[in-house]
């Protein structure tokens, strides 16, 4: 029996990315907003089945609850950007991109950071669909 359909052949340019930080994962705040440790307690913008943990990419946005800093933003629900992730995911050209860490970086429900500078490397897709935090950016991998 045949198949049907078209069968794609090479390099598939798929919209999603490979999740690397999930529900109740503990991310690097890596920008100086004064947070160090966050957890993740949701993605937005994601449509997922039922009981599937949520996952986020780099460049997506999730809800964080900070859990080590300054005292005034312990305890304080806010918003992040993905801009680490240490699961390998693949980029269109075909390379594997991996980091050592899960990073965010705080931003407000307008989608403005709330620091001035980030602290490592940040990924090119983080960067293409926010554009200022090429601005905060020193390394751009």
Do not use: C
Not at 11 to 38: C, I, Q, W
Not at 78 to 88: A, D, E, F
Not at 102 to 125: C, D, Q, R, Y
């Amino acid at each position: 029996m045949a198949k049907r359909g078209i069968k794609a052949v090479g390099v598939s340019y798929r919209l999603h990315k490979t999740p690397g930080v999930f529900m109740e994962s503990l991310v690097k705040v890596s920008d100086n907003s004064g947070a160090r440790l966050a957890r993740v307690i949701g993605v937005l913008n994601l449509k997922t089945t039922w009981r599937r943990i949520p996952g986020a990419a780099v460049g997506d946005v999730v809800v964080v609850s900070i859990r080590e800093g300054k005292p005034e933003l312990r305890k304080q629900i806010m918003r992040g950007i993905v801009i680490r992730q240490r699961r390998p995911y693949r980029r269109p050209d075909g390379t594997w991109i991996a980091f050592e860490d899960n990073a965010i970086v705080l931003v407000t429900p307008e989608g403005e950071p709330k620091g001035s500078e980030i602290h490592g490397p940040v990924a090119k897709e983080a960067v293409e669909r926010w554009p200022r935090l090429a601005t905060m950016a020193t390394i751009i991998v």
